[in-house]
């Protein structure tokens, strides 16, 4: 079994650091509780939506890294890293914070590889190009994800998916906790 994960709110729990990079970058007081919810749909749209410069992407990912060193990974997701053949990550977020979260928690020994889409040249999600980057080397059986932007891709390439924290968009399991990830997803295929 062959798994493409998401990092950001999937791997780890990052939103909070996610909200005060983008607060930060904002120099405005905003609802905290709102901001989440648009990075939820995609940063993107948050950009938008807050009236923010595209051209501001590159501190954005500065402020966010800095705040996300006392990131946590998500309960129980290493007992499903090790129950799995392989276990690959492609993510928005730069490759170096990647690692050094991965690294930290000594959950790197478990990933066959790490993309991160716009350093390497890829679309961002949801495009399939990182994803179809992946297929190239390795069979996917599933991709885990938390925002519509994680599942759309696999959905276009006929890959089934998992919806961790998000009941509200479509896929082929939806999940609260990795407690139940090996029961309800993995005894299932």
């Known amino acids: 079994?062959?798994?493409?994960?998401?990092?950001?709110?999937?791997?780890?729990?990052t939103y909070p650091a996610l909200v005060e990079?983008?607060?930060?970058?904002?120099q405005r007081d905003l609802d905290r509780t709102e901001v989440?919810?648009?990075l939820k749909k995609d940063s993107k749209t948050a950009f938008k939506h807050y009236g923010i410069s595209e051209d501001l992407r590159g501190e954005y990912q500065r402020l966010y890294n800095l705040h996300s060193v006392n990131s946590l990974p998500f309960d129980d997701v290493e007992k499903v890293l090790a129950a799995v053949d392989q276990n690959v990550?492609?993510?928005h977020r730069d490759k170096?914070?990647?690692l050094m979260l991965l690294e930290k928690f000594d959950l790197l020994k478990y990933f066959q590889e790490v993309v991160s889409v716009e350093e390497q040249?890829?679309?961002?999600?949801?495009?399939?190009?990182s994803y179809e980057y992946i297929l190239k080397s390795r069979h996917i059986d599933l991709v885990v994800g938390d925002r519509d932007l994680d599942l759309i891709p696999?959905?276009?390439l006929n890959i089934k998916t998992v919806a961790f924290q998000n009941p509200n968009i479509a896929a082929d399991f939806h999940l609260v906790n990795y407690a139940d990830f090996i029961p309800k997803v993995l005894n299932q295929l």
């Open 1 to 13: 079994m062959n798994l493409l994960w998401d990092f950001d709110g999937t791997l780890f729990d």
């Open 21 to 26: 990079g983008f607060v930060s970058l904002s």
């Open 36 to 38: 989440l919810r648009w």
């Open 89 to 91: 990550i492609v993510t």
């Open 96 to 98: 170096e914070s990647t």
């Open 121 to 129: 040249g890829f679309t961002r999600k949801p495009h399939t190009a």
């Open 154 to 156: 696999a959905r276009n």
